[in-house]
Structures are given as C-alpha cells and as structure tokens.
C-alpha cells in the first residue's frame, strides 16, 4: 500500500497569510501513461462531504478560488493557500489514485490565527 | 447535473448488518467506478473499496473483506455498501463517490451509529 503521510497535522495562519500543507507518498505517483502525477487534494468542512480542490497534484478544479494551488511530483507533493479566508478553515486532505487501496494523509486542520 | 443522494441514518446493534445505498443521477452510472469512503469520529478518510457498475468487478480493502459487499442495480442506477458484524468501531459517516480517476462528485454521507 502506498502510504501518504501529511504535514504539519495542525496550522494557524492569519487571515490574508500564506498557508502550505505538504505531502509525501511512500512511492512515487507519477503516471507515465500521461505524465501526470495521481494525486488529489481535498476540503474537508463539518457536515458536508470532502471537496476536491485539485487533481494531478496542480489541476484547479473548476470553481475552486485560485488562491488554492498545488504543485509537486513524484513523492512530494504541497498544497498551498496563497491568502487564508476565513471560509478556508477546514480539514484538507491529500490522497493517491495511482494505484488500489486508495490511501489518504491523515490530514491537516487548518485554523485561523 | 451529476449528484449521488444516499440513504438515511442508521442505527445498529453490535453483530448486525447495514446496507447503504447511493442514488446516482445526471450521467451515465454503468461508465464510472463508485468508491466507499469512511470517516470515524476524529479520524480522517479511509477507503472501503470500489465497484464498477458496468461489470459488477469489486475491490476491497483488505481489513474489511469478508465483511463488506458492494453492489448496483443499474435499473436504478443505485450503488450499495453492505457491512456485516458491525462493531462500535463501525461507527462513522459513510460516503459515496463517483471516480473518474479523481473523486468528482460524493454523495453528502450517511451516519451509521453503532451502539448497543
């Protein structure tokens, strides 16, 4: 199984400050069929389901403010908000889809400071 | 518009089973993978397994075979997660996802408490 393992668990940031998440899968991810590397970030709000934010660790999906970037390849991967607000407060979760089990980070609570 | 609507809460008794279900609509069911995602109170997301409706082929986590299945009634374009023997540990918010690769769309959970 491919283990990803997330950092730091926990971050306050102020409001308009730069937030970064990392994560680190325990092989590489990369999908040579298109060159892309397998790997999701996801919102995480009380109440609601999980909201994909990127794919192919840099793909804005449609909607998501582009305060939200992600980049990295192989094995590490970062997920950055450019200028928290405060509806980002949330838990964020990266995950692999290059191979079954599909394996998640153990998360990151996002808070404000 | 693509939207998954799953199935009420449930309350259970230790060493029983459940079965959630997962009604897709606003694209075509038997052409992408449904996945199951868990989440225990306190704990982050952790993955059942997969069913791809077109075949009815299934993949498990390995800690719960034995214990789940998963299946579709195409003529209701409905996916079903069944998990047997529950125990108190089975208790959490049990999602439903469409995947094209990535997990587009999720159904909004269903809470399954497990208590004596």
């Known amino acids: 199984d491919i283990v990803m393992t997330q950092s730091p668990e926990s971050l306050a940031v102020s409001l308009g400050e730069r937030a970064t998440i990392n994560c680190k899968s325990s092989?590489?991810?990369?999908?040579?069929?298109?060159?892309?590397?397998?790997l999701a970030w996801f919102q995480h709000k009380p109440g609601q389901p999980p909201r994909l934010l990127i794919s192919?660790?840099?793909t804005r999906e449609s909607g998501v403010p582009d305060r939200f970037s992600g980049s990295g390849s192989g094995t590490d991967f970062t997920l950055t908000i450019s200028s928290l607000q405060a509806e980002d407060v949330a838990v964020y979760y990266c995950?692999?889809?290059?191979?079954?089990?599909?394996?998640f980070g153990q998360g990151t609570k996002v808070e404000i400071k | 518009q693509v939207q998954l609507v799953q199935s009420g809460a449930e309350v259970k008794k230790p060493g029983a089973s459940v079965k959630v279900s997962c009604k897709a609509s606003?694209?075509?069911?038997?052409?992408?993978?449904i996945h199951w995602v868990r989440q225990a109170p306190g704990q982050g997301l952790e993955w059942l397994g997969q069913?791809?409706?077109?075949?009815?082929?299934?993949e498990y986590e390995q800690k719960f075979r034995g214990r789940v299945t998963m299946t579709t009634d195409s003529s209701i374009t409905t996916a079903y997660m069944e998990l047997s023997r529950l125990t108190s540990d089975d208790t959490a918010l049990y999602y439903c996802?469409?995947?094209?690769?990535?997990?587009?769309?999720w159904g909004q959970g269903t809470l399954v408490i497990v208590s004596s």
């Open positions: 996802a469409r995947e094209d690769w990535k997990y587009d769309y």
């Open positions: 606003g694209y075509t069911f038997s052409a992408y993978h």
């Open positions: 995950q692999q889809y290059y191979n079954t089990p599909r394996t």
């Open positions: 069913i791809y409706p077109k075949s009815g082929a299934t």
């Open positions: 192919w660790a840099s």
């Open positions: 092989q590489s991810i990369f999908y040579s069929s298109n060159s892309k590397n397998s």
